[in-house]
């Protein structure tokens, strides 16, 4: 089953591939938690199901859905860094080209889905250019990105892009209802943290992240008021997953920025952090929240994840301290 946001996704795909014009390569795109994974998943398993439902999705029951399901089918491949964080490696995209090099042994084309596609290495996008130039037969390629704007502009040329937007807030926490107990409260605070990706929402949920992003806050105000230093936080924060740190600071000073620039404050991810976020923007320097903006860019990307994540932090928190005229002092 797909997700109940991409009912109108789905529809699209199912109309080109009855009319046998579904492209060779797609790009799946849109914010993380958004379920893209989720429908290239769905989408494998409608191509090489033997008889797909009304709707067009796999049936569940035939041989082919039963392969899936168990992650064994022969025509089936799904590519993904070696871990979290970690960049695609060319020998996992040159695994794909021999892949569909071979002749489909049940389906009638064979299928990759490569997700995190946007942490490949230049060497690795290089590679999977030259397949996408030359695609084989009736294969089908699905790469799935949250950030495809770090792919190259040759490898998105090839790929038809499907975009992935956040459903309407009613629709997002009736889904999360079903999902998660918690207080109406809680359940939008965290979808609108998420920025109303409602998987992501969900796993900040069942993982307490609500509380540790207060934390977080309640540290980077200290930092900010000069209450504390660089070098004790870094240490500190490394108890957190450091994704989630880089990801909600980026949201954090983005929000700063829009507050400063009279941005309409429901458009603040964090609402229920927003009283203290005015007290900071009112405080920032926009010029260095701008630097400190891309910092977290840079510091986000999967080729990076390999340098030290202590020092990591602390580069990213004296750039924060420095937006508030504290000069980062040490200890």
Not at 22 to 47: D, E, F, I, Q, V
Not at 85 to 97: D, F, P, S, W, Y
Not at 104 to 109: F, H, R
Request: charged residues 20%.
């Amino acid at each position: 089953m797909t997700l109940p946001w991409h009912q109108g996704l789905w529809q699209q795909l199912i109309a080109r591939r009855r009319q046998d014009a579904l492209p060779h390569a797609l790009l799946l795109a849109g914010a993380p938690g958004l379920g893209k994974a989720h429908l290239a998943a769905a989408l494998a398993r409608s191509l090489v199901c033997e008889t797909p439902d009304d709707s067009g999705r796999g049936c569940g029951r035939c041989r082919a859905c039963r392969l899936h399901s168990a992650g064994t089918h022969p025509d089936l491949l799904c590519i993904a860094p070696p871990e979290r964080g970690k960049a695609l490696q060319v020998e996992q995209v040159r695994a794909i080209t021999r892949f569909l090099s071979l002749t489909p042994q049940q389906a009638q084309g064979r299928v990759v889905t490569l997700l995190e596609a946007d942490s490949m290495t230049l060497q690795a996008a290089n590679a999977l250019l030259k397949t996408l130039e030359e695609p084989p037969g009736a294969a089908r390629l699905l790469l799935v990105s949250a950030r495809p704007g770090r792919l190259p502009a040759t490898l998105r040329s090839r790929c038809q892009r499907l975009l992935f937007t956040a459903p309407p807030l009613a629709q997002g926490l009736d889904w999360l209802r079903a999902q998660v107990t918690g207080r109406p409260d809680e359940l939008s605070a965290a979808l609108k943290l998420a920025g109303g990706a409602p998987l992501l929402a969900r796993r900040y949920l069942e993982q307490d992240r609500l509380a540790h992003c207060d934390a977080l806050l309640a540290q980077l105000e200290a930092l900010a008021w000069g209450d504390a230093t660089p070098e004790r936080m870094a240490q500190a924060l490394l108890k957190l997953a450091l994704h989630d740190t880089l990801q909600w600071m980026y949201a954090w000073v983005a929000d700063l920025l829009r507050i400063q620039a009279g941005g309409q404050t429901r458009h603040v991810k964090a609402q229920h952090q927003l009283g203290r976020l005015q007290t900071l923007a009112g405080a920032a320097s926009p010029r260095g929240l701008f630097h400190l903006l891309a910092r977290l860019e840079t510091m986000s990307q999967p080729a990076l994840n390999s340098l030290n994540a202590a020092l990591v932090l602390e580069d990213l928190l004296i750039t924060w301290q420095r937006c508030f005229g504290q000069g980062a002092p040490r200890t």
